[in-house]
């Protein structure tokens, strides 16, 4: 079967860093990719990483290791706005396999 | 440039009843996907268009689910006769090329009650 975990659940406070791990069982694996939904919102896309290592976007930064089926996602410098659920993906072929998402509170 | 957008945005439906959600793309982009997400889990795939094509309809449960895209511009996917089960939000995504090499655009999803 094809699953993806990740955490259903992390709190941290405003300014600190917070990583969000995503393991992976899928038959067919081009990409990890992650995104981030507020509440009542649209899924936006933040990440993708095809090769292992870590990629940086602003505060954001994504890590993948394909001979561990692992990858996570790193919030550094937290904000309020930050509070949302965020969804690792992996992209196999044609189709996209999500996680149940991992929602994030963000306190002051 | 307008983004995903899909109509409508709440239906509450009774059980048996028909509903049918719309999905218009952003402009230019070939492919089409709808998803599912029942409360707390994963958003889960249900087909892929690529233009007016069925690429990819391995997701969706079963029959009473009907998905069209005449002309490969919007989408329609029906429900008909809805069951309770069938309660979600039902999210759109577009991208110019395959799902492997291009970035999905969500659209802000149809929350379906069936009660």
Same mark, same amino acid.
């Given at each position: 079967g094809q699953s993806l975990e990740?955490?259903?659940? =992390?709190?941290? =406070?405003?300014?600190a860093i917070v990583q969000i791990n995503c393991t992976y069982q899928t038959s067919g @694996?081009?990409?990890?990719?992650w995104y981030q939904q507020h509440d009542g919102g649209a899924p936006t896309f933040l990440s993708y990483n095809a090769l292992d290592g870590l990629e940086e976007t602003g505060r954001f930064s994504s890590f993948l290791s394909r001979s561990d089926s692992y990858g996570y996602l790193l919030l550094q410098e937290l904000q309020m706005?930050?509070?949302?659920?965020?969804?690792? #993906?992996?992209?196999?072929g @044609?189709?996209?396999i999500f996680? #149940?998402?991992?929602?994030? @509170?963000?306190?002051? | 440039e307008a983004g995903v957008t899909q109509f409508p945005s709440h239906s509450v439906i009774e059980k048996g009843q028909t509903v049918t959600l719309r999905c218009d793309p952003i402009s230019g982009h070939d492919n089409l996907y709808w998803y599912r997400r029942v409360m707390g889990k994963e958003i889960k795939f249900l087909l892929h268009f690529v233009k007016e094509s069925k690429q990819d309809e391995s997701g969706m449960p079963n029959n009473r689910f009907l998905a069209e895209?005449?002309?490969?511009?919007?989408?329609?996917?029906?429900?008909?006769?809805a069951e309770l089960e069938d309660s979600g939000v039902y999210f759109c995504a577009s991208s110019r090329a395959g799902a492997s090499t291009d970035t999905q655009y969500f659209g802000p999803g149809t929350r379906l009650t069936v009660l």
């Open positions: 990740q955490p259903s659940e =992390v709190t941290a =406070v405003e300014g @694996f081009y990409g990890l990719s706005k930050d509070s949302a659920s965020y969804f690792c #993906a992996v992209i196999g @044609f189709k996209t996680g #149940a998402g991992t929602r994030l @509170f963000v306190k002051a | 895209r005449t002309g490969g511009t919007y989408s329609t996917l029906k429900v008909q006769p």
